[in-house]
């Protein structure tokens, strides 16, 4: 089975431009999280979607950063404009509900790693 | 608020030692769920093991153990004769019920297995 996937794997961008990260989690999963890993703040939570829906997104940095999840398949993080601060790894995962109340596992991509210039 | 603390920057032994990886919690919940996340060099995290706050067994798997103490607030996790594909990243993480896994992440310990 396909794990996460996320596009792209590296992105270098300016400073003031936009920048769309994108995630396909595992089919049937209804869980999809994204976290961001920088090495002053480590792994923080910035959104999380239940089947479709975005449930708490307390963890987005500002106004610069939205979240979308158009169906099952497919997840995007948008930053615009992008800041040298927004430098980081960007992690996907996703789970299902059952998963969750068992284990609590999550299944991570492996990551876009943002560098604005 | 919960807090979860990797005293342990990064550890470097050598193969076939023991290692023991240490992580402390705070929260003021009485329910809670504790885990351990590796991120070898590829990238992904990927889960080891969570431990709920009424279950204060060991765990053991394979070369894999995990000691749970309330008593301290520890959680920590030792890898018994270690080999160089245990090398990588390790987090601990705490989450409280009440909204899927919102996982609140040390900020790891990188561990080197050499030769």
């Known amino acids: 089975d396909a794990g996460v996937i996320q596009s792209p794997r590296h992105e270098v961008t300016e400073m003031g431009q936009e920048v769309t990260l994108r995630c396909k989690p595992i089919?049937?999963?209804?869980?999809l999280f994204w976290y961001r890993q920088t090495m002053m703040r480590g792994l923080e939570l910035l959104i999380y979607f239940n089947n479709n829906v975005p449930i708490d997104d307390s963890g987005m940095p500002e106004d610069r950063f939205s979240a979308k999840m158009p169906n099952a398949s497919f997840s995007t993080l948008k930053i615009q404009p992008s800041e040298p601060r927004d430098s980081a790894v960007y992690f996907c995962?996703?789970?299902?509900?059952?998963?969750?109340?068992?284990?609590?596992?999550?299944?991570f991509g492996e990551g876009s790693r943002l560098t604005v210039l | 608020a919960q807090k979860v603390t990797q005293a342990q920057t990064e550890i470097s032994v050598v193969e076939k030692e023991d290692v023991t990886l240490d992580c402390v919690y705070e929260t003021r919940d009485t329910t809670y769920y504790l885990f351990w996340y590796k991120q070898p060099p590829s990238g992904e995290l990927v889960f080891l093991i969570r431990?709920?706050?009424?279950?204060?067994q060991n765990e053991i798997s394979g070369r894999y153990s995990w000691n749970f103490q309330k008593s301290t607030s520890s959680f920590n996790f030792t890898i018994t004769a270690s080999q160089v594909v245990d090398s990588a990243v390790y987090f601990c993480?705490?989450?409280?019920?009440?909204?899927?896994?919102?996982?609140?992440f040390g900020q790891g310990t990188r561990l080197t297995i050499n030769p």
């Open positions: 995962a996703s789970s299902q509900i059952r998963k969750i109340l068992n284990t609590g596992e999550l299944f």
């Open positions: 089919s049937g999963h209804d869980y």
């Open positions: 431990r709920n706050s009424f279950d204060e």
């Open positions: 993480a705490l989450s409280v019920p009440g909204g899927a896994q919102k996982l609140v």
